[in-house]
């Protein structure tokens, strides 16, 4: 058994997976397919199920209920040891003892290999730290144990590697100095890649596929470009990125494209891109797709009026601005510093106009605020 799992390869599979700790379903009927070679993200706010998900795949956790396989290996019940599945974790898990190059050395020595030096070495080369070869941990920052970590697990070529949180330890300007350096690497060595991670940031720089997992399910699944264009509920439209959403009634069909009244203005929305399940409806525009135009100025598409701006924050590549509409709510908008538009001021009274194409539909007895009380910079919690 040892050998056939340690040899998997292909495609990682979960069907009907579901985790129980006594009444509490942290991961509730998951079925997912991960294709090989691929750099995947579950993404989610803490105690969504997707650290419970990761450990299930390493087989640290086993589930309640369904199978795992990769390729045509089921490895549900096979140890973590007999996987050829490697993780890296947000601490790094670095042999303090040891030099950086027994430490990539290590699993190679644990499996029998004797010469290793060639394949530390192109490990060592493709996370641009040779020269760190003799030194201890302790003597590297943490981006350099990072990447030292990384390569540790990818000099075992196993067929999956696991990525839990693994930038959360470094500072901003190299988190996304490191994502980049993560996406190139994955590229080049051909693993799949799974990557649990509560960044949204991270997970549309760095994925092909992200999961947006919520109570233990996956809300939605897709490329970031489709995720974040046509989110199919408030809590994908929240969580990833900010959302204007607008409660509306929708009225009429034109073309492929549906009317909709929102507190008696009109605006269309391309059919493609709703939904609704009825004739009520959000109607979701994300900040930076609105503009904003002086009353007095002609615009095209979808236009809302009445609106009056109540705040402005200068933020270097664009200014926000919260325009207070006359039905009470404050609508964002983020508008590119280009120098094609004069400033606007508090007070002074707007429009807000969009391409309709832009608009995304969602059903009307949604929770609009789903997803927004979840800080994406939050630590995230042990699941």
Sequence with gaps: MADVASSARGDLKLLNITKTYGDF????????????????????????????????????????????????????????????????????????????????????????????????????????????AQRKPTQLSGGQQQRIALARAIVNRPALLLLDEPLGALDLKLRRQMQIELKWIQKEVGLTFVHVTHDQEEAMTMADTIAVMNEGEIEQMGSPAELYDNPKTAFVANFLGQSNLIKGTITGNDGDKLVA???????????????????????????????????????????????????????????????????GQELMVFEQNDDGVAPFNVGESVNISWEPIFTFGLRGDEDAEAGTEVNPDEEPDSE
């Excluded at 991960?34 to 803490?46: C, K, V, W």
């Design 25 to 132: 379903n942290a991961v509730n009927d998951l079925t997912l397919t991960i294709p090989e070679g691929s750099f995947f993200a579950l993404l989610g706010p803490s105690g969504c199920g997707k650290t419970t998900t990761l450990r299930m795949i390493a087989g640290l956790e086993e589930p309640t209920h369904g199978t795992i396989s990769l390729g045509s290996t089921e490895i549900t019940h096979t140890k973590p040891y007999q996987r050829p599945i490697n993780t890296v974790f947000q601490n790094y898990a670095l042999f303090p003892h040891l030099t950086i190059f027994e430490n990539i050395a290590f699993g190679l020595r644990r499996r029998g290999i004797k010469d290793v030096d060639d394949q530390v070495n192109k490990a060592l080369a493709l996370v641009e730290l040779p020269h760190l």
């Design 261 to 327: 009244d929102v507190f008696g203005q009109k605006i269309s929305l391309p059919k493609n891109r709703s939904h609704a399940v009825d004739n009520s409806i959000y109607a979701g525009i994300r900040p930076e797709k609105f503009r904003i135009s002086r009353v007095e100025t002609s615009v095209s598409g979808n236009i809302l009026t009445g609106g009056k701006i109540e705040d402005v924050s200068y933020i270097g590549v664009s200014t926000q601005y919260q325009v207070a509409m006359p039905w």
